[in-house]
């Protein structure tokens, strides 16, 4: 089992291509745990909704076969994402915010293979990480992106770098920012230096850094070796949920190749890549069909990321 940790949400997305009639479930954690339950994998999801979207929330899971925690809410949380370039380039307004998650059992995550946290908007306290991490000794993996936001009273999202982040950090095994999370936290543009980005995230003691860099690939680096990995070129529909749904396919391949990360890195890349040509949760994905398209990247041995320190 993986256990997958932050507050579902209900979005409206608009992109170039299309936009959905009305909000559809969405999340860092949960579209986390909708790629990994269509690779075959058992996955508990843990967050806050409110009563308001709870019974559709329990029918979405039960269809898409995901065993949940739920914790008390006011409201159900979401955001319009309005996408004005193919780049994955988007205004961010928030629609409703669900309350803290609190205190969690930990026979939620105890004997899971990996545990993944996936905030989208300050709901995973630094406390909880903490905590989590003295009871937990598998693979612990954080998306930064819900710890980096803010909301201004006009409901517009910001990002900052809050005090601690560094040491919170620290406390996990794998943390993958995207390029600009990546730049909140360290200062670095990464279209420009990716590699001195992973650097300075690493210091602060994870062991693996993921630097994701939308259609450009990704960055993994480990301490001892830097590997870039190709992007898996599509027709991009809608960019939501690309960087949830590697940290899906990145953990779900390190686990089962005994933590290969050229072939983890290309599994997740692939992840993302089907999510991507499609909007919302009703994407189709297996196993099998990663697959398919990892056979391709790996066999680009030698790529780089085409950033500005390897032109």
């Not at 949400?9 to 479930?25: C, F, H, N, S």
Request: glycine share 10%; proline share 5%.
């Amino acid at each position: 089992m993986i256990t997958a940790i932050g507050n579902p949400v209900y979005d409206y997305i608009k992109t170039q291509k299309v936009e959905t009639p009305g909000r559809v479930l969405s999340g860092c954690s949960t579209n986390a745990a909708l790629a990994l339950s269509k690779m075959g994998e058992r996955v508990h999801l843990v967050g806050a909704v409110g009563d308001d979207f709870k019974s559709k929330f329990a029918s979405d899971l039960r269809r898409f076969g995901i065993d949940h925690t739920l914790t008390p809410s006011r409201h159900t949380g979401g955001f319009s994402l309005v996408y004005y370039d193919n780049f994955g380039n988007r205004t961010l307004d928030l629609l409703g915010r669900a309350d803290n998650i609190g205190a969690i059992d930990p026979e939620l995550y105890r004997k899971a293979k990996a545990t993944l946290i996936g905030p989208i908007l300050g709901e995973v306290s630094f406390d909880l990480i903490r905590e989590i991490r003295r009871n937990y000794t598998g693979l612990f993996f954080c998306d930064p992106q819900g710890l980096l936001r803010g909301a201004h009273p006009d409901n517009r999202i910001f990002h900052h770098k809050p005090d601690g982040i560094e040491e919170v950090l620290g406390q996990f095994d794998v943390v993958k920012p995207n390029e600009l999370e990546g730049k909140v936290l360290t200062g670095i543009d990464c279209r420009e230096n990716p590699y001195e980005a992973a650097r300075i995230v690493k210091s602060w003691g994870p062991k693996i850094v993921i630097v994701t860099l939308a259609e450009l690939g990704s960055v993994i680096y480990d301490g001892k070796q830097f590997i870039d990995i190709p992007p898996y070129e599509i027709d991009l529909v809608d960019a939501t949920g690309a960087g949830d749904t590697y940290m899906a396919g990145f953990t779900f391949e390190y686990l089962k190749s005994g933590g290969d990360l050229w072939k983890a890195g290309c599994y997740a890349s692939c992840t993302s890549s089907i999510m991507i040509e499609h909007v919302g949760p009703d994407f189709p994905m297996s196993e099998s069909a990663i697959r398919t398209r990892q056979e391709r990247l790996l066999a680009m041995r030698g790529y780089k990321v085409q950033v500005a320190v390897n032109a």
